[in-house]
């Protein structure tokens, strides 16, 4: 890409710590105190080994859109199981959203979304994960910004990027198992309402949140997971960076 080399010193550029995560994405990590990539998403490790991620190809463009929300309410949003039968109700013929079973461990989350089958497989012909798996998808969350939700023949990646208190970009990339250009669309336009929906919601919710009327109850079964990452949000935040956080040899 660069053929007389890149001078690295004249564009302020710093070593960081690299994950080429299941031969397909990558992670990079400014803090040199972080725990390793597999210890941080260690409860959703083994599932996304099963996956065979690194088959999968990306789709032929991303979704990237600057919305007028908070990066924190969106993260809880993206953590909420209570909204789905609410706010995306279009998918409800075709999923078994009671059935939903939240999960949350260490920094990631997860909510589990079983399809009703007659009408929407999402197993593609796949024999080869747990039952679990074939039967449904997943909304994961690695905190404190990703949102992958894994299918057996398909992965969605949300990434949301705060930008200011009131902005913040979700880039979104889907990839996936033998998809055509179609069904790559069509899946592609499906987020981009899903998106849509959830940031209409959030737009909402940052008015309500503004409002002296305004009181946050306990969370519910269903808002465990989310209640679980402002957990997580509030203990770093009380956590000092160490002095050297940022400093020394990348290993
Ligand atoms: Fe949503």
């Known amino acids: 890409m660069y053929p007389d080399g890149l001078d ?32 941080w998403i260690a409860p959703l490790a083994d599932r996304y080994d099963r996956y065979g991620i690194g088959r999968f190809t990306r789709y032929h463009r991303d979704l990237d859109r600057v919305y007028p929300i908070n990066w924190k309410a969106f993260a809880e949003n993206s953590n909420d199981d209570y909204h789905v039968r609410f706010v ?39 024999r080869d994960l747990p039952e679990e798996d074939l039967k449904g998808h997943y909304a994961d969350f690695i905190y404190p910004n990703l949102t992958p939700l894994p299918y057996p023949t398909q992965l969605i990646m949300v990434r949301a990027d705060p930008i200011a ?3 913040t970009r979700l880039f979104s990339r889907i990839y996936g198992l033998d998809k055509t250009i179609e069904e790559q669309d069509a899946e592609l336009d499906s987020l981009e309402q899903t998106n849509r929906e959830d ?39 009380a956590t000092p960076l160490a002095p050297d956080e940022f400093d020394g040899p990348v290993n």
């Open 8 to 39: 690295k010193e004249r564009y302020g550029l710093v070593p960081i710590r690299v994950e080429v995560a299941w031969d397909k994405l990558v992670f990079g990590c400014l803090s040199r105190k972080a725990p390793s990539f597999r210890e």
């Open 88 to 126: 995306h109700r279009r998918l409800n013929d075709r999923r078994r959203s009671l059935d939903t079973i939240v999960r949350f461990a260490g920094r990631t989350c997860s909510g589990y979304k079983p399809h009703k089958l007659e009408v929407d497989d999402p197993s593609g012909g796949r």
């Open 165 to 167: 208190p009131d902005r």
């Open 199 to 237: 940031t209409d919601m959030v737009t909402e919710l940052m008015r309500n949140l503004r409002s002296p009327f305004y009181r946050v109850g306990p969370p519910t079964t269903w808002e465990g997971r989310a209640a679980h990452i402002m957990k997580l949000v509030r203990e770093d935040v």
